[in-house]
């Protein structure tokens, strides 16, 4: 099979890095559902990519409801054919210091990283263990390794490494791998949303962003695209349940 023949799916899609993953693998060939909360958010990604040739369906869907997922998932399979590319990239933030953090934005926080990957995978994997084929990519974060005012990101996306990690275990019999992309510092409304909380207008909270970081400059949603494009690739069918981190220099 090859990649004219493969659905992906990409969660928070309207925008930011899903939208440049959704592009990116409209330009690999790959047929691709644009998911987000919000349809009308979601068709201006899949017009660009329908402009460039490719084919792109739009789908409204909170990643964080049951139905919903379960919905959106079929009518992916129904109109665009079986998905058997994943990328849980659907996130939020809602950072505070731990004393000052509510339970709504822990809940909040937990329930699109990982109820949200949870749901997804588990509609999806139905579909990639049918086609003997399947590509699951966790968004995780360079945060999961703690970072201050992050409590519920950094948790959720630790959580996000271990439910790919698990991925892997299972569904590596049915040709199906999981992993999980780690970004550092990107430049995208979620980023200039932080640089906005802490009163830093966002073309200084880049620069020094680029300073402290070894190849001295912010990343873009294509940085992570790329790797996104290679992990979901038949080349990529032995790697499996890693973590890479897309931070212009090493983290651990
Ligand atoms: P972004 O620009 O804020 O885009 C996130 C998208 O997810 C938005 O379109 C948002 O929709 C959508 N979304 C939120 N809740 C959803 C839900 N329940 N169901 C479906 N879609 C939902 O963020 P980004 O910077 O591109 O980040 C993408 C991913 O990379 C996230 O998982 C983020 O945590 C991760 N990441 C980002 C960075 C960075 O530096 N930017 C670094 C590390 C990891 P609305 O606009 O309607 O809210």
Redesign the pocket.
Known sequence: MTNETRTAIV??A?????AAIALRFARDGLRVAV????EA?CQATADRIAAEGGTALAVG????DEDAVTSAVARVAAELGAPTILVN?????RDNLIFKMTVDDWDAVMS??LR?AFLMSRACQAHMKDAAFGRIVN?????ALGNRGQANYAAA?AGMQGLAKTLAIELGRYGVTANAIA????Q????AATAERVGIPFDQFLEAAAKEIPVQRVGQ?EDIAATASFLCSQDAGFVSGQVIYVAGGPRD
């Not at 970004?183 to 990107?186: E, N, Q, R, S, Y």
């Not at 995208?188 to 980023?191: F, H, I, L, R, V």
């Open positions: 969660t928070g309207a925008r930011g890095i899903g998911l987000d909360l919000e958010a869907c909170d990643v964080a990239n659907a996130g939020i933030i699109v990283h949200g968004l995780s974060s360079t945060s996306k970004p550092g510092f990107i995208t409304d979620m980023t949603p």
